[in-house]
Each structure stands twice: as structure tokens, then as C-alpha cells.
């Protein structure tokens, strides 16, 4: 049984439902021993990723060259792709010690563009990008443009760093016209048509846009972390680590990777997977692909309550055959859900759960739904520690500070602690240690400040002559 969490022996239940509920509870406990066991295969891999092409972890080269001095400084716009919505920045560098200006508005992205064409998103970019610009009374000076960082968090093979060749969408989008193809390329093209006065420079990930972002001020930074609707990480390399990287520049170059290891385990050699999993994978835009985020990320651990809970339901032991429609909807319930079901007041976890499906929900039914909510969420947020345990290893890294950011971490409130108590057992720190060496810190702004400090390293670094990775 995960550590932190009273087992369903202490809710009094009908015999059956209570045993199912056990049965459960171990399938998505993972022990000690097997997240050891998994951060083995994750290091096997993040290695396998540095030493060819076409890897299961792609191990991604950004072309971002080490960690900012903090003394960038400039002016930059910003756009961010998410999963909702598409957020436009103006940020204004003044160095480390001096606060940063952010103009920014979020644009709702229609839903249909996620499963639209490739014309529609940029063209809904394009014109955002338009009503930003006029509404912020953005002016380049005479014919310059204003260089522009595009974050993309989605896994993008980087040839340059203004270029990314998308592999396959992720977090359920699935936009025709861009797997395969330049994102920055199709942008840079829209920019062009639309007269718009904007350079890109270049194309960032969020996981290496918050690990920047935060190293901008706190140089005790070593990983860059989301763990949100997906789940990614960034770290540095060195050239010389990197096999794959057929480079002019020197090996002791340090070089930002964007691991994407979402992918993690997509050969289910070790992921302690059930039944719901695989259903989840199944009916998913990409069977078969993003394995370990399926398991342990914001867009599916609500969807994974639901499938367990409709199981229960299905075997007649909750929910009175009341019809429960509502559990039949995919995607019906999502992260915000399933941790109000765990934190909330038992009574609010209630009123909660009857709204939201429609049903009449007893005091017991809903303790039940409260395990359910609370193994789910455990298991996330102690597999999310297996894969920066692993860089951590690979890397001899034995402190330093994780700048994680997305609505796991920063929305469940017991994810931090199930997380960093899990890396602790990994890591065999000993129980009785004051600090944890190793610790998570509220990442800062990746897509904003993050993507305008990359779009400011790249520009140095063409002042100083170093085009090395830059398309221009
Ligand atoms: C998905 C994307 C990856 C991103 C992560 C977090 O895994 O493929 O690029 O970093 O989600 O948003």
C-alpha cells in the first residue's frame, strides 16, 4: 500500500463491494521496490534516447546552449499553444534583479480546432497574433520585427532551434496537416502572408521553457517539470553525453534536452498497467503511444476515475441502478474533479459527485468514490517521481531543485508530497533526513518568460557569431 494512505479496510461496506474495492486499491498500488524497478527501465531508456534516432524517448536536442546568465535583457513576444487555450505574451527582460513586464492575453481555443486542419490553427493564430499586437499597440521600430518565442509542447524534432518537426500530436489533439511537417516553418509562412511584424526565433517546449524561466533566478535549478494535462521533462546535457548529436560544437557544450518521456514504455515492459489503462489507450486519437503520461497525467486521471467508478457501477455494487448517464460520458470528469473528490469535506465530495452525475450519492458511496479519487491520484503523482529519479540518476545528480508547473502540480494539493516522498524511496534517502536534497519548486512562467529568455539567448548567441543550431 502507498505510503499516506488509510487502506478501504477502514470503510465499513457490503462484503462485495468492499473486496472489489480492495481488489482496486492493489492494482494501482505501487510499491518501493517496483518504482525502483521502473526507474531502472527509465533510465535504460532517457540513455537509448541520447544514443540513436527514432528512440522510444526521443531525447529531443533544443539547441538551447546551458542555462541563462540572468543578465538577459530585451523585448519579446510570446505565444503559447496549450490545450485550451493559445496565450499571447509581451514580456519585457530587465535582468535578474528587476522585475519582468508581462502584457498577456489568453484567447479560448475553438474546440474544433483540435481535431481540425492545419489552415484553421494558424489562421486562428495568425489572427489572435493580429488583435494582439493592435490592442497591446505593438510597434517594431522602422522594418525590424520583434523576435517571437513559439512554445510548442508538443514532441517536436529540433534540426534548428526556429524548426521542429512534429512526430505525433499529443494530450488529445489531432490536427491534420502537421505531423511530419515544420510547425515553425508553418508559422514563420503565416507571419509572412499576414505582414505580421514578428520574427520567429525560436520554438520551445514548456518543460524547457519552465526549467529556463526559473534558472533565470534561481540557479539551484536542474530539471524542468510539468506535470500537468501531459507530462514532460527538461534537463541539461553535455554535447559530449549526446551520440546521436553529429555537432561542430565542443563536447563539453551544455545542451538542453526535451526528453518527452510521455512515451515512456510504450513496449509495456514494466508500467504496472490495469485494465482501465489499456481501455484508455484503446480509445485514445494514438493507441499505443504516450504510455506513461496516460497513466500518471492531468487529461486522464479524471478519466480514470471514471472508468473505475462505472465498473463498480456496472457490477451493481454502487449507484442503485439510478442509470448514471453522465458516468457513460468520456472525459467527463477532469483533474479539478477527481482532487475535490479526495480533499474536499466529505459532504461537499458529495453534493460534488451528484451534480456532476446526476444521481442520488450515499455518505459511503461517496467514501468509496474518495478511495477511488485518492489510489488514482497516488499512483500519478509516485510514478511522475520515477522519471526524474532516473535523469537524476543518469546524471549523478543528488541535489537541486525540480521547477515543476502544470494543473497536477499546482491544482492537487497532496501531489507534491506524494511525489517528493516517493523520490525519497527511490533515491533511498534516509527517513530520518532533515531536507530533502533533492526538492520541487513552483516553476516560473515557462511559455512566457521562459520562451522570451530562450528568444534572448538565441539572439546573443548570434551576436556573438555562434549560428550553430540557428536557421534565421
Ligand atoms: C506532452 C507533450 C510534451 C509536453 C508535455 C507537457 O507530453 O508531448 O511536449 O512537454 O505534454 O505539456
Request: without cysteine.
Given at each position: 500500500m502507498a505510503k499516506g494512505l488509510e487502506t478501504s479496510e477502514s470503510i465499513q461496506l457490503p462484503p462485495e463491494l468492499r473486496s472489489k474495492l480492495i481488489d482496486i486499491e492493489n492494482q494501482f498500488n505501487v510499491s518501493t521496490e517496483k518504482l525502483k524497478q521502473i526507474t531502472q527501465q527509465f533510465e535504460k531508456e532517457l540513455r537509448e534516447g541520447l544514443e540513436k534516432e527514432g528512440s522510444n524517448i526521443a531525447m529531443n536536442v533544443t539547441w538551447v546552449l546551458g542555462l541563462p546568465s540572468g543578465d538577459e535583457i530585451g523585448e519579446y513576444v510570446t505565444i503559447d499553444l496549450g490545450g485550451t487555450n493559445l496565450r499571447m505574451c509581451r514580456v519585457a527582460l530587465r535582468g535578474q534583479r528587476e522585475e519582468i513586464d508581462i502584457k498577456q492575453h489568453v484567447y479560448r481555443l475553438p474546440p474544433a480546432i483540435k481535431t481540425g486542419d492545419s489552415r484553421q490553427l494558424w489562421n486562428f493564430i495568425a489572427d489572435s497574433l493580429d488583435e494582439f499586437i493592435k490592442s497591446h499597440q505593438i510597434i517594431a521600430n522602422r522594418d525590424d520585427r520583434l523576435p517571437l518565442g513559439f512554445c510548442f509542447s508538443y514532441p517536436a524534432s529540433q534540426d534548428a532551434i526556429d524548426h521542429g518537426i512534429l512526430k505525433t500530436w499529443t494530450k488529445g489533439f489531432d490536427i491534420d496537416g502537421v505531423e511530419g511537417e515544420d510547425a515553425a516553418a508553418q508559422l514563420k509562412d503565416v507571419l509572412a502572408e499576414r505582414g505580421l511584424p514578428l520574427e520567429l526565433v525560436a520554438l520551445v517546449n514548456d518543460t524547457t521553457g519552465a526549467m529556463v524561466a526559473s534558472a533565470y533566478k534561481d540557479p539551484d535549478t536542474i530539471i524542468g517539470a510539468i506535470f500537468g494535462t501531459g507530462c514532460n521533462a527538461a534537463y541539461v546535457e553535455n554535447v559530449g553525453s549526446i551520440p546521436k548529436l553529429k555537432t561542430t560544437l565542443p563536447p563539453d557544450t551544455p545542451m538542453a534536452i526535451n526528453c518527452e518521456y510521455g512515451a515512456f514504455d510504450n513496449a509495456h515492459r514494466v508500467l504496472p498497467r490495469t485494465k482501465y489503462d489499456v481501455s484508455i489507450d484503446k480509445d485514445s486519437p494514438r493507441p499505443g503511444e504516450q504510455a506513461f503520461e496516460k497513466m500518471s497525467a492531468g487529461l486522464y486521471l479524471g478519466e480514470i476515475f471514471r472508468l473505475t467508478a462505472l465498473d463498480l457501477y456496472e457490477s451493481g455494487l454502487i449507484f442503485d441502478r439510478q442509470g448514471a448517464a453522465k458516468l457513460r460520458e468520456p472525459y467527463k470528469l477532469d483533474t479539478g474533479f477527481l482532487s475535490g473528490i479526495e480533499n474536499d469535506p466529505l459532504e461537499t465530495s458529495q453534493t460534488r459527485l451528484e451534480e456532476c452525475l446526476n444521481i442520488k450519492v450515499t455518505l459511503d458511496e461517496t467514501r468509496v468514490a474518495r478511495r477511488l479519487a485518492e489510489v488514482i491520484a497516488a499512483r500519478g503523482a509516485r510514478l511522475c517521481s520515477c522519471g526524474v529519479a532516473a535523469i537524476c540518476r543518469m546524471k549523478g545528480?543528488?541535489?537541486?531543485?525540480?521547477a515543476a508547473d502544470g494543473t497536477v502540480a499546482n491544482k492537487h494539493p497532496k501531489f507534491k508530497q506524494r511525489w517528493a516522498e516517493a523520490l525519497g524511496e527511490i533515491l533511498d534517502w534516509p527517513e530520518d533526513r532533515e531536507e530533502d536534497p533533492i526538492i520541487i519548486t513552483n516553476a516560473e512562467d515557462g511559455s512566457g518568460i521562459g520562451a522570451a529568455v530562450i528568444s534572448a539567448m538565441t539572439l546573443y548567441r548570434i551576436h556573438g557569431g555562434n549560428t550553430v543550431g540557428i536557421q534565421g
Open positions: 545528480i543528488t541535489s537541486g531543485h525540480v
